[in-house]
């Protein structure tokens, strides 16, 4: 396994050694001591600093199956009371080609969980590691810039007494320590159970349209397993992990946290008790500013009189400006004179207004087919999917 895992295990090793380097120079311990449990919180943090970009990946992903929703209830209704293997077979491929021709899967909220899986395991065998490379019995003289003596400081560095390699399965070999590490070791596991399921809690009560929250949604199955699985996983591979790994993936976990609220409060799921929370915010800040309570409201158009102001050609409205008042009276002839005057300027790309109006046209014009284009061409393939599946 370390030979799959070894690159990843390097890139690790030089990320903490960096850390490490990073907090000695501001004055912590050169030594064993905190810098190595702060620089296992340093990877953690770097580690998911990288990630942003899965995670916007991963919402819009999670938004595009919320607007899917609707489709994938008329599919399941459509093939409602039919239990034979065929029908089952061709629900699950209207489904899987609903979401291939949006760009989404249902389990597009795991992708994060599944790009940390390699690292978690590295960082595993690189803590597993550091008793034999540091005495100079591990298959490799080092791994990265970890060395033997550099494995000797982070296998001595403890968090409250508990060594960052020993795990609770291993805590008979650290002698007088063994109940300190299945403590410590304990007390992670919880505070990582406690984390997640208020991560997902969160996501669920909060960040979930109501038209969502239907049992027989892919999206809402999904979130439900994490809920309760995810917990149950972390109290059978917990008493495995070495105190190290613990401290990751508990970091892990908070920045979820915080990472998750921030999206909740400034970006909601359009529909969820968030977003309408959001909305509402924004109403009474609005109110309070003196606005109108909708942002979409502007200033009317209307004047006193219920007599819609009309739009002023450039001419026109430089003559308004210059005497302080509304449209002066003019004569048909003057106004037309006027017009004319401020069609034949030109701008800097040498157009007047209404050839400037017309490119628009033209432009809008097409975009419009080029999009219905689109949709006959996704119409047909949808056509011959189905032909294909009438077996």
Same mark, same amino acid.
């Given at each position: 396994?370390?030979? %799959?895992?070894? *690159? %990843?295990?390097?890139?690790?090793?030089? &990320?903490?050694?960096?850390?490490?380097?990073?907090?000695?120079?501001?004055?912590?311990?050169?030594?064993?001591?905190?810098?190595?449990?702060?620089?296992?919180?340093?990877?953690?943090? @770097?580690?998911?600093?990288?990630? @942003? *970009?899965?995670?916007?990946?991963?919402?819009?992903?999670?938004?595009?199956?919320?607007?899917?929703?609707?489709?994938?209830?008329?599919? $399941?209704?459509?093939?409602?009371?039919?239990?034979?293997?065929?029908?089952?077979?061709?629900?699950?491929?209207?489904?899987?080609?609903?979401?291939?021709?949006?760009?989404t899967s249902p389990f597009a909220s795991c992708l994060p969980a599944l790009v940390q899986i390699p @690292?978690?395991?590295?960082?595993?065998?690189?803590?597993? =590691?550091?008793?034999?490379?540091?005495?100079?019995?591990?298959?490799?003289?080092?791994?990265?810039?970890?060395?033997?003596?550099?494995?000797?400081?982070?296998?001595?560095?403890?968090? !409250?007494?508990?060594?960052?390699?020993?795990?609770?399965?291993?805590?008979?070999?650290?002698?007088?320590?063994?109940?300190?590490?299945?403590?410590?070791?304990? &007390?992670?596991?919880?505070?990582?159970?406690?984390?997640? !399921? !208020? /991560?997902?809690?969160?996501?669920? /009560?909060?960040?979930?349209? #109501?038209?969502?929250?239907?049992?027989?949604?892919?999206?809402?199955?999904?979130?439900?397993?994490?809920?309760?699985?995810?917990?149950?996983?972390? %109290?059978?591979?917990?008493?495995?992990?070495?105190?190290?790994?613990?401290?990751?993936?508990?970091?892990?976990?908070?920045?979820? &946290?915080?990472?998750?609220?921030?999206?909740?409060?400034?970006? *909601?799921?359009?529909?969820?008790?968030?977003?309408?929370?959001?909305?509402?915010?924004?109403?009474?800040?609005?109110?309070?500013? +003196?606005?109108?309570?909708?942002?979409?409201?502007?200033?009317?158009?209307?004047?006193?009189?219920? $007599?819609r102001r009309q739009p002023l050609g450039k001419a026109r409205s430089k003559k308004a400006a210059k005497?302080? =008042?509304?449209?002066? #009276?003019?004569?048909?002839?003057?106004?037309?004179?006027?017009?004319?005057?401020?069609?034949?300027?030109?701008?800097?790309? +040498?157009?007047?207004?209404?050839?400037? =109006?017309?490119?628009?046209?033209?432009?809008?014009?097409?975009?419009?087919?080029?999009?219905?284009?689109?949709?006959?061409?996704?119409?047909?393939?949808?056509?011959?999917?189905?032909?294909?599946?009438? !077996?």
């Amino acid at each position: 396994m370390d030979t %799959i895992l070894f *690159p %990843i295990m390097w890139v690790i090793g030089w &990320i903490m050694n960096g850390v490490h380097k990073l907090l000695t120079f501001f004055g912590m311990s050169s030594g064993a001591g905190a810098a190595w449990v702060l620089s296992i919180m340093g990877l953690t943090l @770097i580690v998911r600093s990288l990630m @942003i *970009p899965i995670f916007n990946k991963q919402m819009k992903a999670s938004r595009m199956g919320q607007q899917l929703n609707p489709e994938i209830k008329k599919i $399941q209704k459509k093939y409602k009371g039919r239990r034979d293997r065929i029908s089952q077979q061709r629900q699950q491929e209207e489904m899987m080609a609903l979401y291939r021709e949006h760009g989404t899967s249902p389990f597009a909220s795991c992708l994060p969980a599944l790009v940390q899986i390699p @690292i978690f395991f590295a960082l595993f065998r690189l803590l597993y =590691a550091v008793l034999p490379l540091s005495k100079g019995e591990y298959q490799r003289m080092s791994i990265g810039p970890i060395d033997k003596e550099i494995a000797k400081q982070i296998g001595d560095s403890t968090l !409250f007494g508990a060594p960052l390699s020993s795990s609770i399965g291993t805590s008979g070999q650290f002698g007088g320590a063994k109940t300190t590490i299945i403590t410590i070791a304990v &007390i992670l596991i919880v505070l990582m159970i406690a984390t997640l !399921f !208020f /991560t997902q809690k969160q996501i669920m /009560t909060k960040n979930m349209p #109501e038209s969502a929250l239907d049992p027989s949604n892919p999206m809402y199955k999904t979130q439900k397993y994490m809920l309760y699985l995810m917990p149950l996983m972390y %109290i059978f591979t917990g008493t495995t992990f070495q105190i190290g790994v613990l401290i990751y993936w508990l970091t892990s976990n908070i920045w979820n &946290i915080g990472q998750q609220t921030w999206m909740i409060n400034n970006n *909601p799921m359009p529909g969820s008790a968030a977003y309408k929370l959001r909305q509402e915010k924004i109403r009474r800040k609005r109110i309070a500013k +003196g606005l109108s309570p909708e942002e979409n409201s502007g200033e009317s158009d209307e004047v006193q009189g219920g $007599q819609r102001r009309q739009p002023l050609g450039k001419a026109r409205s430089k003559k308004a400006a210059k005497t302080g =008042a509304g449209l002066p #009276e003019e004569s048909p002839a003057e106004e037309t004179g006027a017009e004319e005057e401020a069609q034949e300027v030109r701008g800097k790309d +040498g157009l007047t207004d209404a050839e400037r =109006a017309q490119k628009r046209y033209e432009r809008r014009l097409a975009q419009r087919k080029r999009s219905q284009s689109k949709v006959k061409a996704r119409k047909k393939r949808q056509q011959e999917n189905k032909k294909e599946r009438n !077996f």
